[in-house]
């Protein structure tokens, strides 16, 4: 119900209820909430007015004429396989060795008393350089005391001489004495048969002839003792010799002297220091001497050797890398080696390296490439090692198609293979790498600069796929 009160003048006017004076003082907010109801909604329909108008426009969208789908063609590169005789080449590793080495060792014992300055490791030293001496006192003592005993012994050389000639000579004066007594006791029997001469006188001449011939023995046998005595003599003076030749031989010794010119390798003396014979005091080898040794394959050693020019004598080329270049040196395979190394699992082979200026820079020790001519391959062809896949086939292009075929590969000659079998000459094989290569793949070659069209209007897309990697550059 309405209130009734009187206002000034005293008439009566209706009030609203209280709770309907609170909603009169909260219009203002009622307002500000419709007006923004009021702009979502209109939003809203332009937001449908809109998708309305887009649907209409598609839907009102004449049809296309739709395309016809691209052929793909790869360009590729192609190699052209010809029939000929091939000889590859392949890359071993190994060492450079010394050819001539020899380890010196001290021929004498003794104290060392001089030692060449160039004895030191890496330094040249000249053939007949003095390279260690060993003090020569003791042995310029043997030295003169071999040659004193050698004189003494001619000297009783030349007493036996002289005493032979002294017991030849009373040798025929006994043989003189022996006759003249034979022939006065041969008169003193004649006289004793005549009576002229007694018995006594005839037995006192047959004791002379006994004492003559007993002379005689003596003479012969001393002549026979002073003759062997010779003999000792001489095989004394040959022994003598011998040892004074020794002697001056080890006074030499003292000595050591390069036998050839030489790089040191190494030196294990000094002044002062004892050494004895044998000891090893200085390792030398000869630079202009030097050899590749490396290991051939067993495969590699069979086909080198029941080739018709055989692995011995055969050239090839060493090539050791040092200080970012590469140094070439010919060489030829000399000798194989005393046995066959299991633990490297084939042949050793060694290689002399030629003459030449460069062989000065060259040490041994030093790890070398080794590039071996192979054996001669008839009627083959050669690849690009990236044409063949899988190892067994190749695809050869025929009318602008790719075609599988299986080949045979007789050796690998670098980033070549040599195939034996499989291919016909003439035949362009393809050379290009390509990830979807298959039985009947589209190409066409690099060279070509028209593109063709196989359908009326109809484009055609054209691959590149390049040796390096497998991607495709599409052009339209």
Do not use: C
């Not at 449908?48 to 790869?74: C, D, E, I, Q, W």
């Not at 050494?275 to 067993?298: C, M």
């Amino acid at each position: 119900m309405l209130d009734k009160t009187k206002d000034p003048d005293g008439a009566f006017v209706s009030q609203p209820p209280a709770a309907d004076v609170g909603t009169a003082r909260k219009s203002p907010l009622l307002l500000i909430l419709s007006k923004g109801l009021l702009q979502v909604v209109l939003m809203v329909a332009i937001l449908g007015g809109s998708v309305y108008a887009m649907l209409a426009l598609k839907n009102s969208k004449p049809p296309t004429k739709a395309r016809h789908a691209f052929k793909t063609v790869y360009t590729i590169k192609t190699a052209t396989a010809e029939l000929a005789d091939h000889q590859p080449k392949f890359v071993s590793y190994g060492q450079i060795v010394a050819a001539r080495n020899v380890d010196l060792r001290s021929l004498v014992s003794g104290e060392v008393v001089s030692v060449n300055q160039k004895l030191r490791a890496g330094a040249l030293v000249g053939q007949g350089d003095a390279l260690v001496e060993i003090d020569r006192f003791s042995y310029d003592g043997a030295v003169r005391e071999a040659r004193a005993n050698l004189t003494e012994t001619i000297a009783r050389l030349a007493e036996n001489d002289a005493r032979i000639v002294s017991e030849k000579s009373k040798l025929a004066s006994a043989e003189d004495q022996l006759a003249i007594a034979e022939r006065d006791l041969a008169r003193a029997k004649s006289l004793r048969e005549n009576g002229t001469m007694t018995q006594q006188q005839v037995e006192a001449r047959t004791l002379i002839v006994s004492q003559r011939q007993q002379s005689l023995n003596l003479s012969n046998n001393m002549l026979k003792i002073e003759e062997a005595r010779l003999e000792q003599q001489a095989a004394a003076i040959d022994r003598l010799k011998w040892r004074l030749a020794q002697a001056e031989r080890n006074l030499e010794n003292t000595t050591l002297k390069a036998p050839f010119s030489g790089i040191v390798r190494s030196s294990a003396v000094d002044v002062g220091k004892l050494v004895s014979a044998n000891d090893v005091v200085v390792s030398l080898y000869e630079p202009g001497k030097l050899d590749a040794r490396f290991t051939l394959t067993n495969s590699q050693f069979g086909r080198l050797q029941n080739d018709q020019n055989g692995l011995v004598d055969r050239d090839v080329t060493v090539i050791w890398s040092t200080g970012g270049r590469e140094i070439r040196y010919s060489a030829t395979i000399e000798r194989l080696g005393a046995e066959i190394n299991s633990s490297r699992g084939g042949v050793e082979v060694f290689a002399t390296l030629a003459p030449s200026d460069k062989l000065n820079e060259l040490r041994p020790g030093a790890f070398v490439e080794i590039i071996v001519p192979d054996r001669v391959f008839t009627n083959t062809v050669k690849l690009p090692e990236q044409a063949v896949y899988n190892g067994e086939h190749v695809y050869v292009m025929q009318e602008g198609k790719l075609h599988k075929r299986a080949i045979t590969i007789a050796a690998y000659d670098g980033e070549y293979v040599l195939v034996s079998d499989g291919l016909r000459q003439g035949e362009k094989v393809l050379a290009t790498r390509i990830a979807e290569v298959g039985e009947g793949l589209n190409v066409q070659e690099e060279a070509r600069s028209d593109i063709e069209t196989n359908e009326p209007g109809g484009a055609v897309e054209v691959s590149s796929a390049g040796p390096a990697d497998n991607t495709k550059a599409i052009t339209k």
